[in-house]
């Protein structure tokens, strides 16, 4: 009786998440779809035909995988912190502490309908690039593995901005200035092997740089990619931030009076 009743909770949580973004789909989905098109235009071909390549494959193809992620992330991310912080501040959310729910489901409830948002535009740029590229998927349990991890570590980080947000300023806060300038300088644009010391340790740490990588080996099947410490790395950052998350919903952080 329990898991049934969680189980209708969870999905009515995912169904709003996702007729939320659908609705709006011109401003929630359309615009990773355009620049991704500009980038691949103008940087994949205007470009990148003056370039003999990059990793061995043309310079578009080497492009595609970073912009797919970009695509993931960003929405995955953005979905979230404005549902979230949407719900706070119209006071929906105290329906759903005042019901028989644990927090756990509630993070579920909203980091899947991030996750969904993330990899549909993902998909879409994917479809829009495909006359600009000549993609050839070598590993694709490995390539939707990376997107759907990269999607909901990115969910539940925005979960935590919406809980702490105090305008919808502050929700874009930290896509604009941490988000999107992690993944340009991952490794989106260029192969961060070329980079020299100490750029290259630099670019390194930089959590987007596996993201990137291992995405783009399992669409090309080119670069280096150790399987092993990319999904390793996800995995334990996921469950890290998804754990910080659950935390903060439990103990009522920002959303109690």
Known sequence: MRTQRYWYAYRGMVVKQTRRFLRA????????????????TIFGHLVGREL???GGVPYADFLL????ILAVVTNAYSNVTLAFYGARLQRHIEELLVAPLPAWLIVAGFATGGVLRGLLA??????????FTSLQVHYPLATLGIAVTSA??????GLINGLFARSFDHTSVISTFVLTPLIYLGGLFYPVERLDEPWQ?????????????GFRHGLLG???FDGTATFGILAAATA??????WGLVARGVRIRA
């Open 52 to 54: 003999s390549g990059m």
């Open 201 to 213: 340790t630099v670019a390194a740490a930089n959590p987007m740089h596996y993201m990137i990588a």
């Open 240 to 245: 890290a931030v998804g754990g910080l998350a």
């Open 122 to 131: 993902g998909g879409l740029v994917l479809l829009v690039a495909l006359p």
């Open 152 to 157: 909901l570590l990115f969910a539940l980080a």
């Open 222 to 224: 080119t670069g280096g």
């Open 65 to 68: 995988p970073g912009l797919i």
């Open 25 to 40: 789909w011109v401003q929630n989905l359309l615009p990773s779809v355009v620049t991704a098109a500009l980038f691949l």
